[in-house]
């Protein structure tokens, strides 16, 4: 094992950043809250206090991954390289244009370079339409190895609920490998993006969790996912790249709690997803024509059925952040869109689409949140007063305030963690903690547009933006 990888294993969430800045944030509300409060202390008691819910499951989750991290440690104390002999098929569905084949090159050779000493049974299925921009590079790159192979689409397939776009392409292979027997038990999948890599820390950390399900017998999980990073050197847009340190950072928080706890109803993400073929084989990809986050709708389903039976490990995916911020603010629309979509998605079960509806309901009230809006705001009516309508809420402010100074700052250590150096720059945690009001704009802006779309029933559009190598 490497130093870099040493390093990474040793690696757990820090709780001090998260405990120093809700004690600064409580004594300096505390100092400056004023005995009455103003115009906007009724909107902004209800706006800053209304995200706690995610705060405390984030912060749940925080201990959960610690936990977790321990117990693996503990468990495989002493044992070498780990492997399995249950099969693995790698799913990377891509929309093959010439700007994201760099990226899916970097990927794919990343799969067959770190996965088989830990899956010798693995296969690389890389989902192209039929006749795409970059298919015969494609090919190329398939056939420099013989445990890679090309998915091509037939333009006349149509699923027998019209599903278009991404999900279109992983219900064709999955009714492949259906039909050619792969839908066992004992056979995993794991979906990945494009863009998206591994390393040979996600091949341990998945072997080690196969492994244990096959011991665990009646009680085995199937689904799990691990953590989404940023590797410096993938980034084009600096701005991007910090602003996505808050995404492994969820992993690590709210998916780890809820993914973690056996019943991902905050949904999951499409890259590092690995779930067992039989299961996949109940639920498929047919979701419909205006499913634009079939990730989210895929974990909705598994909860219904399969309540407590999924899992998070501590292995890393490696993607790259959007390479503009007007690809930013597509990609949020789009996730917002989208979601909003679930939540009124009345063949879902209600009580799985409640937490989804409030995690929304956030995203679209987000610019009403941010404190640069607010004091705009201030300016505009001459009441700079942003005081409670009671101290008591100072605590449950402070600390929804804390935790996404953490979210910031852990993310970015995490990111840092798995570039060249394995270090933050100086400059970077100064940056990331000073930008976030900029980040929640960024964040939140296209979220509101995205539900707009979904309220005026726009048509379905499945952007996919260009992708870094």
């Known amino acids: 094992m490497g130093a870099s990888q040493r390093r990474l294993a040793r690696w757990r969430p820090a709780y001090s950043p998260l405990i120093l800045a809700y004690l600064i944030i409580v004594v300096s509300e505390t100092w400056l809250t004023q005995p009455h409060p103003g115009v906007l202390g009724w909107p902004l008691t209800v706006l800053w206090t209304w995200p706690i819910f995610t705060t405390l499951t984030g912060i749940f989750g925080v201990n959960r991954t610690r936990k977790r991290l321990r117990d693996s440690a503990e468990r495989w104390s002493g044992h070498g390289p780990t492997s399995t002999d249950e099969p693995l098929i790698v799913v990377v569905p891509t929309v093959g244009r010439d700007d994201t084949q760099p990226a899916l090159d970097r990927s794919v050779r990343s ?89 040979p820390d996600t091949a341990l950390a998945m072997a080690r969790f196969v492994e244990e ?95 407590g039976r ?35 998605n009345r063949t879902l079960p209600l009580r799985n689409r409640l937490l989804l509806g409030y995690s929304v309901l956030s995203w679209v009230i987000g610019p009403l949140q941010n404190v640069i809006v607010v004091m ?51 400059w970077e945690p100064v940056a990331v903690i000073a930008l976030i009001p900029v980040f929640g704009l960024m964040e939140g802006l296209p979220g509101l547009r995205g539900f707009m779309k979904f309220a005026r029933r726009a048509e379905n559009r499945f952007l996919v933006i260009a992708k870094p190598s």
């Open 111 to 199: 799969y067959i370079s770190w996965l088989p000493p830990c899956f010798p049974h693995m296969r690389v299925d890389i989902v192209v339409d039929e006749g795409c921009e970059a298919e015969s590079r494609i090919k190329e790159l398939a056939a420099e190895s013989d445990r890679v192979r090309v998915v091509a689409v037939p333009a006349d397939y149509r699923t027998p609920n019209g599903t278009r776009f991404k999900a279109r392409a992983a219900q064709y292979a999955h009714e492949l490998r259906m039909h050619e027997g792969e839908a066992r038990d004992d056979v995993w999948v794991l979906h990945m993006d494009d863009d998206t890599g591994v390393g």
């Open 213 to 307: 399900q096959r011991a665990a017998g009646a009680a085995a999980k199937h689904l799990a996912q691990g953590i989404l990073t940023y590797p410096r050197e993938y980034a084009l847009n600096k701005l991007t790249w910090l602003a996505d340190s808050a995404r492994p950072a969820e992993d690590v928080g709210r998916f780890s709690a809820w993914t973690g706890g056996g019943t991902p109803r905050a949904g999951v993400h499409g890259e590092l997803l690995l779930v067992r073929a039989s299961i996949e084989a109940t639920i498929g990809w047919d979701f419909g024509p205006r499913s634009l986050v079939e990730d989210a709708q895929f974990a909705l389903v598994f909860s219904e059925r399969y309540p």
């Open 310 to 344: 999924s899992a998070w490990f501590g292995g890393r995916c490696y993607g790259a952040s959007p390479a503009s911020l007007g690809d930013f603010f597509r990609q949020r629309e789009r996730w917002s869109w989208g979601l909003a979509g679930l939540v009124f």
């Open 376 to 426: 705009l705001v201030a300016l505009l009516i001459a009441d700079p007063n942003t005081s409670p309508t009671t101290v008591l809420i100072i605590p449950l402010w402070a600390v929804n305030m804390a935790y996404v100074i953490w979210m910031y700052w852990e993310g970015l250590r995490v990111n840092a963690g798995v570039s060249a150096g394995g270090r933050r720059r100086w």
